[in-house]
């Protein structure tokens, strides 16, 4: 599913929502601008809720979701995915990473929720700690054989 809005997104798993059971790889890819004010903001629940948990235990997930939350200033959005039973699985290893606000405006906050190996852009290496870029290099090794 590659989405390009929240509005996007509710549609393409209401029109997916009877095959997700059957899928052995969901990719989903999503852009999307929230507000708590809005109804249909998307959280980490929302993604356990009406995608990973309705898959089936032997699916393969990858994401790459990009959030740019308006109107949240407790991080309720953020938060929610750090909380998410998704982001806490060894395999596929979830990141969660607060982009830099500097940019936005104040009532603003940049994040993104990808897995690894992100295959999307190149990475900025300050992103990563030395234990990650071992796991990271470790994982790419184990995907090669």
């Not at 929302?46 to 407790?74: G, H, P």
């Not at 990271?136 to 184990?142: A, Q, Y």
């Amino acid at each position: 599913m590659n989405c390009v809005d929240r509005r996007s997104f509710h549609r393409a798993v209401a029109l997916l929502s009877s095959v997700f059971v059957q899928l052995t790889h969901l990719s989903l890819k999503l852009s999307a601008c929230t507000s708590m004010s809005d109804h249909l903001f998307i959280s980490g629940d929302t993604i356990q809720q009406l995608c990973i948990d309705r898959l089936k235990t032997s699916a393969i997930y990858t994401l790459n979701l990009s959030f740019q939350v308006e109107n949240d200033m407790e991080k309720i959005i953020l938060n929610s995915f750090l909380k998410a039973p998704f982001t806490r699985r060894e395999r596929p290893k979830v990141l969660i990473y607060e982009c830099d606000s500097w940019a936005t405006r104040n009532k603003c906050y940049d994040f993104v929720v990808y897995t690894l190996p992100y295959k999307n852009t190149s990475l900025p290496m300050h992103l990563f700690s030395r234990d990650l870029e071992k796991y990271v290099e470790h994982m790419l090794f184990v995907l090669r054989l």
